[in-house]
């Protein structure tokens, strides 16, 4: 198995899919994100000491190029991956290019759009917690992050008002310093990508923050949006996209956030029993927050991961997961073969054979 792990998660989602991996009885060559290895590197070495052995857990190092070699070896029998969805549609179809070569099968956890849905019964104060802490925290470097609040409009102008103010208590600065709400973003090429989006989306800032000088800072900004079809692709970073909706307007709402494709995370806020049911009934996403922030799923307590754009299925930390990493065999004897009797299968340890 080829094990391709993401840099927003070093350890622990490079950890969960080499053990799964290794669990489910497959060797595996590792690869982490290029940005970084020495993580990686590590927690390599520490299983290496535990008694892995090293031809059953190896570690490879690099970018694209490396990456691409490793998916399109004929050795490599099987692929996790946690990724943009770009780059799991380029490693499914590295994996189909060669036609001599078995349908190798690929795991894979990618980005989403997630929404969180606002009605007007809704806590505003709970609401903008929820919101600062799913859209701004490791300055919105999480797949399950918040990318896209949908408020009922009767009640967008005093939760905007309360969200401006919260946002303005946000400190950034150094990740490792406790006080610090808001840190740089992973390298000068998400930034220059971050910034260039938000600077073309300056006549629509409902609110931003000004960010610190020096290093990759991009500060938390609110953008507005005429329609949730506006937002076609993820923006891995601290920008959150408002649309407003009308009351009455919940399935459609539901529908347009299921038409973007993805699905990997929603939030809902609402103190109507039947518009949760209404919301876990209709939205195609595979992680469903209700009245609480859409980040920091538990394994165990929820198995994360996304169906649509967003991923292939069975979700990691979950009872299903391991399924992945193997074969379903079946064997059928015939046993009137042996007589009808299936005991005398067992008739060559009398005959010697």
Request: proline share 5%; aromatic share 6%; hydrophobic share 50%.
């Amino acid at each position: 198995f080829a094990c391709i792990a993401p840099w927003n998660f070093p350890l622990a989602i490079f950890i969960g899919q080499v053990a799964a991996a290794l669990v489910a009885g497959n060797t595996v060559v590792a690869k982490p994100a290029p940005q970084t290895p020495e993580i990686a590197r590590r927690a390599v070495a520490l299983a290496h000491e535990a008694g892995i052995p090293a031809d059953a857990l190896r570690l490879v190092t690099g970018g694209g190029a490396v990456g691409d070699a490793l998916v399109r070896d004929p050795r490599v029998m099987g692929v996790a991956f946690t990724g943009s969805t770009a780059t799991a549609r380029a490693i499914a179809r590295a994996l189909l290019d060669d036609e001599t070569r078995p349908l190798v099968p690929l795991i894979a956890e990618t980005g989403g759009i997630n929404a969180m849905i606002v009605d007007s019964t809704a806590l505003t104060e709970q609401v903008v917690q929820d919101v600062i802490t799913s859209a701004f925290r490791s300055a919105g470097q999480r797949c399950s992050a918040l990318r896209l609040l949908l408020v009922q409009e009767d009640v967008a102008e005093r939760t905007l008002a309360m969200l401006k103010g919260a946002m303005d208590t946000l400190v950034m600065g150094d990740p490792a310093d406790p006080a610090t709400d808001v840190g740089p973003v992973i390298d000068a090429a998400a930034y220059e990508r971050l910034e260039t989006y938000r600077q073309s989306q300056r006549p629509r800032w409902i609110h931003a923050l000004a960010a610190p000088g020096g290093a990759n800072f991009v500060a938390p900004t609110v953008i507005r949006l005429d329609s949730i079809a506006d937002l076609d692709q993820e923006w891995f970073g601290p920008l959150l996209h408002v649309v407003t909706w009308k009351a009455g307007g919940l399935a459609a709402t539901i529908a347009a956030v299921n038409a973007l494709g993805y699905g990997l995370t929603m939030g809902l806020h609402s103190r109507i029993a039947s518009v949760a049911a209404a919301v876990t009934a209709g939205a195609h996403v595979g992680n469903l927050y209700i009245n609480r922030s859409m980040i920091g799923a538990v394994v165990g307590s929820q198995p994360f991961g996304g169906e649509g754009r967003s991923g292939t299925g069975f979700k990691a930390g979950g009872p299903h997961y391991l399924l992945r990493f193997v074969h379903e065999r079946t064997v059928s004897t015939d046993t009137t073969s042996a007589g009808g009797n299936a005991s005398l299968l067992s008739i060559e340890d009398i005959a010697g054979i």
